[in-house]
């Protein structure tokens, strides 16, 4: 990582020629290196962590293990040479080089048997998260590294027996239960906290959080489960712990039920960390979460409780798939992920009976994964990964998503009873140690007369997806045959074998046919003879994955008459499809706006009116040109604000308040939400808590009403919560109605410090590069491409996506379009995952641009 060679000679034998490192990062062969040689590793690490966040924080590391034979043993330490202070072998101060983020410990001074090597170093504050209260690690996919001298790949797992000296008065949570406090013991004014050693765990995995928490303490099923927060909102507080504990309990008794192993890591904590970086981390038996995904304000939708029950189901299944079982190596990160989420669904649908889960399913990863997919910056499931350094960039939606949608085709394939037969025994095998995709494979194919192996191939080693193309051949006034033919639009003549549930629509009714699609096209069966369908849905029972080109026929029905679909399942996926369609051009985004104007009022399914809201938005911002917008926003926002006095409950309310507050234009509209915002009006039937009035307060002051800093100030001013407001000081620079103080505001982003807050970045690019500013903000969109790598090589793993997302949804021009495809094709040696993460956040502008371009774009067309 560090790109430098300095050799560190601590004490004697400055005459012995260093022996070369293994160079930067951790290559895939180094890890084999170490895989093969290492056994029984354990780490006996403390760390003293000051008051102040300035000051530096100390460690002490004895990594014990055992070698066949002495051999050079390499560790990392992604740090300055200098922050290693001391390294010592069965107690003797040995002399070993430090370069490219190694410390290697010299053959000599190993032997066969076990061996115990001690550092002394200065742990860099890179994956330390220090706040001014509070402080956590986050070490995955390999950052531990940055903070420890370690062994940082996932397959060779150590135990680890930690100890934690804080200021008195902080709590200190990790994987092991705390066994022993002493007060003062390392001096006046400090705690040190003892852990008791953990199971094999890999560094990605290892965790601790220091700080002022307040803990909730509950006992669910025979186990205590602690929550560690920093909610200043004692109601908010008491409102959700119970369901939080409960969430937990019973994701817990599932998994030990469908996995028929026990929950293997002892104690049980859930630590909420306020702007942490992802919904939650699986550190084994101490699961850190965003606050915010688990403490829900008042005025939570549906899909935000949703969402919740969904991560603290996916962390959970975590403590079996991926914190039992490991991956080898990050290759293979999409197998936790993709069981977790397959598991959370499974988990979490029993306690939302009321809710359409297949609707759920197909919202929840479709056009998520569809995000990626359609774009010409996707990528496999699986991946090649020739270093460490790059593991960040296998996550997101296509193993977050569409993995998922892979994994339920295959318990399809296989029988739900096989397919969990084969997990049992796989975990079983495997517990406490590694195992690859092909593992896996090797078990499941055993119980199935599939070739899974070949299947395997398209839906999980390829990148894309099929296109599918219905075609409806008529003889006289019947039909002759409803065929789907399967196209591979990368050119590559692939072949995805799947299960589709194909939905006809006839006067008053519908027929609904599964089709097994093996092979590049399908026959629809029992349809020939009949009269031609109103419309034909190849994915109309919301299993099919693909783009399906719909034909002229069914493409002009479905836009003119969706909300008449009985089915909810068969309108979530036919506004999918649909919108599909509307970004290969072949409708025009005013006449799918209008649809969702129409289909928005009757529209009973609250995922639904999500999904459409959501659509409705991004057609408002992105692809109707600012005339088209001035046309329809007045009947748009009265559609809006119907539904909010419709909506029955507080999580319908905010789902229409919050699409209101993201597009309105109108004088007497903003002048409403001002009144709110100011508390002189209320919503009937909403309450709105402190994170709903700073993002009003910032919607307000993006469209520049008369008194918008006055209204920023105030927020300021009456923002209780100490972290809400430092985050809101930050991004208020970036709302300013002065282009000067915005570009200032994104001349921060130059400096590291001011970029680790990465939350508070992304707050602040979604608002200089709002579509109402989009005409001064273009000016950042070249700058922000030229950070990019610096952004990628900085940060955590979902920042560079993030960075760019925010950095271009706000534009539509064929100029700022241009700046993206004029830096690609400048940048000659740019690293090619990266490439695809500017291909896949830029495609949507790309698409407008298109749409921007040809004012003659009223006019339906044909794929055909
Ligand atoms: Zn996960």
């Known amino acids: 990582m560090l790109g430098f060679m300095v050799a560190l000679s601590l004490l004697g034998s400055a005459d012995t020629q260093p022996p070369a490192t293994p160079g930067p990062g951790v290559s895939e062969t180094l890890a084999r290196e170490r895989t093969g040689a290492i056994r029984n590793l354990k780490y006996e690490l403390s760390f003293t962590i000051p008051a102040g966040r300035q000051t530096a924080i100390r460690g002490r590391s004895i990594a014990r293990f055992s070698l066949e034979k002495p051999q050079r043993v390499v560790f990392d330490f992604a740090q300055p040479p200098e922050r290693l202070t001391q390294v010592r072998a069965a107690g003797r101060v040995v002399s070993a080089t430090v370069g490219d983020g190694h410390i290697v410990i010299p053959a000599e001074m190993t032997k066969a048997g076990e061996n115990e090597i001690e550092f002394e170093f200065v742990a860099g504050d890179d994956a330390l998260n220090r706040n001014d209260e509070f402080l956590y690690t986050l070490f995955v996919p390999a950052r531990a590294r940055l903070t420890f001298p370690c062994i940082d790949q996932p397959d060779v797992k150590a135990r680890y027996s930690l100890t934690l000296t804080v200021p008195a008065g902080w709590q200190a949570v990790s994987n092991g239960a705390a066994i022993r406090t002493a007060d003062a013991a390392r001096g006046p004014g400090t705690s040190t906290v003892v852990f008791a050693e953990t199971q094999p765990l890999p560094t990605y995995l290892f965790a601790f959080a220091a700080g002022r928490f307040s803990v909730e303490t509950a006992e669910r099923g025979g186990r205590q489960l602690r929550l560690f927060h920093r909610e200043t909102d004692a109601a908010k507080v008491a409102r959700n712990r119970d369901a939080i504990f409960d969430l937990h309990a019973s994701a817990l008794a599932w998994l030990e039920d469908y996995t028929a192993i026990p929950y293997a890591f002892g104690k049980f904590d859930i630590v909420a960390i306020p702007a942490f970086t992802f919904g939650g981390m699986e550190h084994a038996g101490a699961i850190f979460y965003n606050a915010s995904s688990l403490l829900l304000d008042e005025s939570a939708t549906q899909n935000q409780m949703l969402d919740r029950a969904n991560v603290i189901a996916h962390e959970t299944s975590h403590m079996w798939f991926g914190d039992l079982v490991t991956m080898r190596w990050f290759n293979d990160v999409w197998m936790k992920e993709v069981f977790a989420n397959f598991m959370a669904d499974k988990i979490v649908n029993p306690s939302f009976p009321t809710v359409n889960h297949e609707l759920r399913f197909l919202l929840a990863h479709y056009p998520s994964a569809y995000g990626v997919d359609r774009t010409a910056g996707t990528n496999a499931i699986r991946q090649v990964l020739g270093n460490l350094d790059e593991a960040g960039q296998m996550y997101g939606p296509i193993i977050y998503d569409k993995a998922p949608v892979v994994m339920r085709q295959l318990e399809m394939i296989m029988g739900a009873g096989p397919f969990r037969d084969g997990l049992r025994e796989y975990l079983k095998t495997y517990q406490f140690g590694n195992a690859t995709w092909l593992d896996l494979v090797r078990t499941l194919d055993a119980k199935t007369p599939r070739d899974l192996a070949a299947w395997s191939r398209a839906w999980v080693e390829e990148r894309g997806r099929p296109a599918i193309t219905t075609r409806v051949r008529m003889a006289g006034d019947r039909v002759a045959s409803i065929t789907l033919a399967s196209r591979d639009s990368m050119g590559r003549g692939l072949v995805w074998p799947q299960r589709l549930t194909v939905v006809a629509g006839y006067d008053g009714d519908v027929k609904t046919v599964p089709v097994d699609m093996r092979t590049a096209t399908a026959t629809v069966p029992g349809v020939e003879g009949r009269a031609r369908p109103r419309f034909v849905l190849p994915n109309g ?198 282009p000067a103080e915005r570009e200032r505001s994104f001349e921060r982003f130059r400096l590291l410090e001011n970029r680790r807050r990465e939350v508070w970045v992304q707050d602040s690019l979604q608002y200089l590069n709002h579509p109402l500013r989009a005409a001064h903000g273009q000016r950042f969109v070249q700058p922000a491409l030229e950070m990019l790598r610096e952004i990628q090589r900085t940060g955590d793993i979902f920042f560079p996506t993030r960075w760019m997302e925010r950095t271009l949804w706000g534009y539509r021009s064929p100029e700022v379009a241009a700046t993206v495809r004029g830096f690609l094709a400048r940048q000659t040696e740019y690293p090619e995952r990266l490439r695809w993460t500017i291909l896949s956040t830029a495609d949507e502008l790309f698409r407008a641009s298109r749409v921007a371009a040809e004012p003659a774009a009223g006019q339906r067309v044909s794929l055909d």
Request: aromatic share 10%.
């Open 541 to 738: 029972g919301g299993l099919g994955y693909g783009l399906f080109v719909l034909d002229d026929v069914s493409r002009a029905y479905l836009v003119d008459h969706i909300e008449q679909l009985l089915d909810p399942l068969t309108r979530g996926s036919a506004w999918v499809t649909l919108w599909d369609n509307l970004l290969e051009g072949a409708i025009p985004p005013p006449a799918l706006f209008d649809s969702a104007l129409r289909a928005l009022p009757p529209e009973s399914d609250e995922q639904n009116v999500q999904r459409i809201l959501g659509y409705a938005g991004r057609i408002y911002w992105r692809f109707l040109s600012p005339e088209q917008r001035q046309a329809r926003g007045v009947r748009f926002e009265t559609v809006l604000r119907d539904g909010l006095s419709r909506a029955s409950t507080q999580s319908q309310k905010s789902a229409w308040f919050s699409a209101y507050r993201d597009t309105v234009l109108s004088a007497e509209g903003l002048a409403w939400l001002e009144r709110v915002w100011r508390r002189e009006e209320r919503v009937p039937g909403l309450t709105l808590a402190e994170p709903d009035e700073i993002t009003l307060a910032m919607e307000l002051a993006v469209r520049e009403v008369p008194r918008w800093k006055e209204i920023l100030e105030a927020q300021l001013a009456r923002t209780q919560n100490p972290d809400r407001r430092d985050r809101l000081a930050f991004v208020m620079p970036a709302l300013s109605a002065d």
